[in-house]
């Protein structure tokens, strides 16, 4: 009569709080099978709580500790009864009489057993059963039992004794793992194993009894074996499971990831890392996106092998340069607001912007070459020029709205380098930037990728879908690397838009492209930063990227079945900006806003001598022998490189012998530029550097004249460089060509010693 009244004094007095505990964090893939998890805080693997737990575990947990389970209130009064009896005739305690809920209880307390204690216990049981269905006082007391050593619970227990999950085991595992928690000190796998067994077969003696198993299915649960060793939990996704401990700690997330896709790529990407180990290139990174879903497929976000140093380093989630992964998306914001025209020609010469002077990677000039090939070919003075003309401090606003997370410093910071990799990008950041290209083309509601169901709306990035059309059709056209060359001969070859990336001092290399199903991102480098010679993205990153997208279902036709409607205008087909009448053009299809790039600038028209050789003027010729010739002409510095390139542009018609020139001047000083600072340093073997002037000629039969200061300095014929020794201080260059054209500027020299 004491113990009940004192039951229902602790029923009132004590609430229902459970100790607190650390818990594992715990990532699933898209089908609710464990990808990883990390310890708890406190040394133990224990998983928070499941929402259930399958029937098997539940019925031997249930026949094992607490056979009326279903029909008591929390307490057992005659279960109470019994071990007082037996405890008296024993005299020691040797039953405890403790349902499961009291065990929950004991276990929500962690207080040390007394009489008091167990009092307690019977109270919070009877409050706990009225609060929870027995489905969840089941549940619950399963998440927190101990299996021995550091295991805590039945998820972590069925992955650490048997590598696999609850739902999956027989039963001669879940009895093997319901006799734990009575005594896991004692009684622990791969130690103890007699009475181990003896208890286990026990149990399943008493499912068979009570007709829970059937004769064969007792008589095979008996001979299984009892586990041996803990298995390691899996870790198929260490990379992302630490990013999310760090946005979701203590959960169990249930991720997008595709076990085929992740488990592929990871299998790859460590291949490519064997091969990459041998340059000094410790680190590598994949991810792979469903395009029409937003959602994560694969994440990769370093190599496993713990011999790499930096090996733990999220590398998808790390800022990087991204040297001209950028470019695609410069050039679809260009087309959309009409400042180009897919072939426009762009500048392709020695550039200098202030102190900032843009190099090609291959070291050479074209002169002039259309957006969509300077695209193809990643040439660096082509699309810093067309940054300017589109404006970095827009570029920056294009980059912030398609949801690059980085810049946190201001557009000058970066300035006309950005667009050569000046700007830190996250892997995860510059696939999200694409991935919503790709929704603006199809026309769908704009989301941010996601490694979980849970997608995010995004902000419209507002490019027209001809514009990304055009894009996504100019990188189909990127060379691939060696052994790729003529992938389009295969049927079996993809169609895919893509681009690599290289940055300053070969740190990183990388390979972005999608093929109407997937979009895959790699990047291979040093986490540390340090480069390596050759490490460059068409040859490094790109054949890792085309052997993660083979494992794709393709369709090659997908970029033409997505080709916007778009008007229709007439291109000059030299210049590729809109067509004057004397241009030589075609119809062709354009972004919406190509009204807004302006015509032709390069076709001017030259009234020439009756054998069309020469041109003329009413100052020398007859006008009415003369007739009218339509001539593409650069600028003197872009004629001059393009020239080299193409043999047949032939620029401004020269002057009939006994005309007077027009008032254009066909010089052009490519370097240096007017005003400019030159720094001549001290080569390594002491000797003191000299400096190489250039400058072009529309007509490259002219020989130019170079003085500087007082001294004449000499004469250049077709390539117009002069290299020369000049002391410190101001000089004053002037070019002649003998016919009385002439340039001029002043320059510094600021060191020479």
């Given at each position: 009569?004491?113990?009940?009244?004192?039951?229902?004094?602790?029923?009132?007095?004590?609430?229902?709080?459970?100790?607190?505990?650390?818990?594992?964090?715990?990532?699933?893939?898209?089908?609710?099978?464990?990808?990883?998890?990390?310890?708890?805080?406190?040394?133990?693997?224990?998983?928070?709580?499941?929402?259930?737990?399958?029937?098997?575990?539940?019925?031997?947990?249930?026949?094992?500790?607490?056979?009326?389970?279903?029909?008591?209130?929390?307490?057992?009064?005659?279960?109470?009864?019994?071990?007082?009896?037996?405890?008296?005739?024993?005299?020691?305690?040797?039953?405890?009489?403790?349902?499961?809920?009291?065990?929950?209880?004991?276990?929500?307390?962690?207080?040390?057993?007394?009489?008091?204690?167990?009092?307690?216990?019977?109270?919070?049981?009877?409050?706990?059963?009225?609060?929870?269905?027995?489905?969840?006082?089941?549940?619950?007391?399963?998440?927190?039992?101990?299996?021995?050593?550091n295991v805590v619970g039945i998820e972590a227990a069925s992955w650490r004794y048997f590598n696999r999950p609850p739902h999956l085991l027989s039963w001669g595992e879940a009895a093997s793992l319901a006799v734990l928690p009575n005594n896991p000190g004692a009684?622990?796998?791969?130690?103890?194993?007699?009475?181990?067994?003896?208890?286990?077969?026990?149990?399943?003696?008493?499912?068979?009894?009570?007709?829970?198993?059937?004769?064969?299915?007792?008589?095979?649960?008996?001979?299984?074996?009892?586990?041996?060793?803990?298995?390691?939990?899996?870790?198929?996704?260490?990379?992302?499971?630490?990013?999310?401990?760090?946005?979701?700690?203590?959960?169990?997330?249930?991720?997008?990831?595709?076990?085929?896709?992740?488990?592929?790529?990871?299998?790859?990407?460590?291949?490519?890392?064997?091969?990459?180990?041998?340059?000094?290139?410790?680190?590598?990174?994949?991810?792979?996106?469903?395009?029409?879903?937003?959602?994560?497929?694969?994440?990769?976000?370093?190599?496993?092998?713990?011999?790499?140093?930096?090996?733990?380093?999220?590398?998808?989630?790390?800022?990087?340069?991204?040297?001209?992964?950028?470019?695609?998306?410069?050039?679809?914001?260009?087309?959309?607001?009409?400042?180009?025209?897919?072939?426009?020609?762009?500048?392709?010469?020695?550039?200098?912007?202030?102190?900032?002077?843009?190099?090609?990677?291959?070291?050479?000039?074209?002169?002039?070459?259309?957006?969509?090939?300077?695209?193809?070919?990643?040439?660096?003075?082509?699309?810093?020029?067309?940054?300017?003309?589109?404006?970095?401090?827009?570029?920056?606003?294009?980059?912030?709205?398609?949801?690059?997370?980085?810049?946190?410093?201001?557009?000058?910071?970066?300035?006309?380098?950005?667009?050569?990799?000046?700007?830190?990008?996250?892997?995860?950041?510059?696939?999200?930037?694409?991935?919503?290209?790709?929704?603006?083309?199809?026309?769908?509601?704009?989301?941010?990728?996601?490694?979980?169901?849970?997608?995010?709306?995004?902000?419209?990035?507002?490019?027209?879908?001809?514009?990304?059309?055009?894009?996504?059709?100019?990188?189909?056209?990127?060379?691939?690397?060696?052994?790729?060359?003529?992938?389009?001969?295969?049927?079996?070859?993809?169609?895919?838009?893509?681009?690599?990336?290289?940055?300053?001092?070969?740190?990183?290399?990388?390979?972005?492209?999608?093929?109407?199903?997937?979009?895959?991102?790699?990047?291979?480098?040093?986490?540390?930063?340090?480069?390596?010679?050759?490490?460059?993205?068409?040859?490094?990153?790109?054949?890792?990227?085309?052997?993660?997208?083979?494992?794709?279902?393709?369709?090659?036709?997908?970029?033409?079945?997505?080709?916007?409607?778009?008007?229709?205008?007439?291109?000059?087909?030299?210049?590729?900006?809109?067509?004057?009448?004397?241009?030589?053009?075609?119809?062709?299809?354009?972004?919406?806003?190509?009204?807004?790039?302006?015509?032709?600038?390069?076709?001017?028209?030259?009234?020439?001598?009756?054998?069309?050789?020469?041109?003329?003027?009413?100052?020398?010729?007859?006008?009415?022998?003369?007739?009218?010739?339509?001539?593409?002409?650069?600028?003197?510095?872009?004629?001059?490189?393009?020239?080299?390139?193409?043999?047949?542009?032939?620029?401004?018609?020269?002057?009939?012998?006994?005309?007077?020139?027009?008032?254009?001047?066909?010089?052009?000083?490519?370097?240096?530029?007017?005003?400019?600072?030159?720094?001549?340093?001290?080569?390594?073997?002491?000797?003191?550097?000299?400096?190489?002037?250039?400058?072009?000629?529309?007509?490259?039969?002219?020989?130019?004249?170079?003085?500087?200061?007082?001294?004449?300095?000499?004469?250049?014929?077709?390539?117009?460089?002069?290299?020369?020794?000049?002391?410190?201080?101001?000089?004053?260059?002037?070019?002649?060509?003998?016919?009385?054209?002439?340039?001029?500027?002043?320059?510094?020299?600021?060191?020479?010693?």
């Amino acid at each position: 009569m004491l113990s009940i009244s004192i039951a229902i004094i602790t029923f009132f007095l004590y609430p229902l709080s459970e100790q607190t505990y650390s818990y594992s964090t715990v990532l699933n893939d898209r089908n609710g099978d464990l990808l990883g998890a990390s310890i708890a805080a406190d040394g133990q693997w224990r998983f928070p709580e499941p929402d259930s737990v399958p029937n098997k575990i539940s019925t031997c947990i249930r026949y094992f500790e607490d056979r009326h389970f279903y029909k008591h209130p929390g307490v057992n009064p005659l279960a109470i009864g019994r071990a007082t009896i037996q405890n008296i005739k024993a005299g020691k305690v040797v039953s405890g009489a403790s349902t499961l809920t009291m065990q929950i209880a004991r276990m929500m307390r962690g207080e040390n057993r007394t009489v008091w204690q167990k009092l307690i216990e019977i109270g919070i049981a009877i409050k706990l059963e009225l609060k929870y269905s027995k489905k969840e006082l089941v549940t619950k007391y399963l998440s927190m039992a101990p299996f021995g050593g550091n295991v805590v619970g039945i998820e972590a227990a069925s992955w650490r004794y048997f590598n696999r999950p609850p739902h999956l085991l027989s039963w001669g595992e879940a009895a093997s793992l319901a006799v734990l928690p009575n005594n896991p000190g004692a009684i622990f796998p791969g130690r103890s194993n007699l009475q181990y067994l003896n208890k286990r077969n026990r149990l399943l003696k008493i499912l068979f009894d009570h007709e829970v198993l059937d004769q064969t299915t007792y008589e095979l649960s008996v001979l299984e074996e009892l586990p041996d060793k803990p298995y390691p939990i899996p870790q198929k996704a260490p990379h992302l499971l630490t990013t999310i401990q760090e946005t979701n700690p203590e959960s169990i997330v249930q991720s997008t990831l595709d076990p085929f896709w992740q488990s592929r790529t990871t299998q790859i990407l460590e291949r490519h890392h064997v091969q990459q180990m041998g340059n000094g290139v410790e680190n590598l990174s994949a991810m792979v996106i469903d395009l029409h879903t937003a959602k994560s497929l694969a994440y990769v976000g370093n190599t496993s092998d713990q011999k790499a140093e930096g090996y733990q380093v999220d590398i998808i989630q790390k800022p990087r340069s991204p040297g001209s992964s950028l470019k695609p998306i410069l050039y679809a914001q260009a087309l959309s607001k009409g400042e180009i025209l897919p072939e426009t020609l762009l500048p392709d010469v020695p550039t200098f912007f202030g102190g900032f002077s843009p190099k090609n990677f291959s070291g050479g000039y074209e002169g002039a070459i259309p957006a969509s090939q300077a695209l193809v070919k990643s040439l660096n003075i082509p699309f810093t020029y067309l940054l300017r003309d589109h404006s970095y401090e827009q570029f920056h606003l294009d980059l912030r709205r398609m949801g690059i997370s980085t810049l946190d410093q201001a557009p000058g910071h970066y300035g006309l380098s950005m667009i050569l990799g000046g700007a830190d990008v996250k892997m995860w950041d510059l696939a999200n930037a694409y991935v919503k290209m790709y929704q603006s083309l199809i026309d769908t509601e704009i989301k941010n990728i996601s490694y979980t169901n849970s997608l995010t709306s995004a902000q419209n990035i507002d490019i027209d879908p001809g514009a990304i059309w055009h894009t996504f059709d100019a990188m189909t056209e990127l060379s691939r690397p060696n052994g790729e060359e003529e992938w389009q001969s295969f049927s079996s070859s993809q169609l895919i838009s893509w681009k690599t990336g290289t940055s300053y001092g070969f740190r990183d290399a990388w390979a972005i492209g999608l093929n109407g199903t997937v979009l895959v991102a790699v990047w291979i480098g040093n986490a540390d930063g340090e480069g390596r010679a050759g490490l460059t993205g068409i040859n490094a990153a790109a054949p890792l990227l085309l052997e993660i997208m083979r494992l794709s279902d393709d369709d090659r036709n997908w970029l033409e079945k997505l080709k916007p409607n778009m008007p229709q205008m007439k291109v000059c087909s030299t210049s590729g900006m809109l067509a004057k009448q004397i241009c030589p053009s075609e119809q062709k299809a354009v972004p919406s806003n190509a009204e807004n790039s302006g015509l032709c600038t390069y076709h001017q028209e030259f009234q020439m001598d009756k054998s069309l050789e020469y041109q003329i003027n009413s100052s020398c010729y007859s006008l009415a022998e003369s007739s009218s010739q339509t001539h593409f002409v650069l600028p003197p510095s872009m004629g001059y490189y393009y020239s080299k390139i193409h043999p047949d542009y032939s620029g401004v018609p020269q002057f009939f012998p006994s005309c007077k020139a027009g008032s254009s001047n066909p010089i052009e000083i490519i370097y240096p530029n007017a005003n400019s600072k030159v720094f001549i340093p001290i080569t390594l073997d002491g000797e003191k550097s000299r400096i190489v002037l250039e400058a072009s000629h529309q007509n490259k039969e002219s020989t130019l004249f170079w003085s500087i200061g007082d001294d004449f300095y000499g004469k250049t014929n077709e390539d117009h460089q002069l290299e020369v020794f000049l002391p410190k201080g101001t000089h004053f260059l002037r070019l002649t060509d003998g016919k009385g054209n002439e340039r001029r500027l002043t320059f510094e020299v600021i060191s020479s010693s």
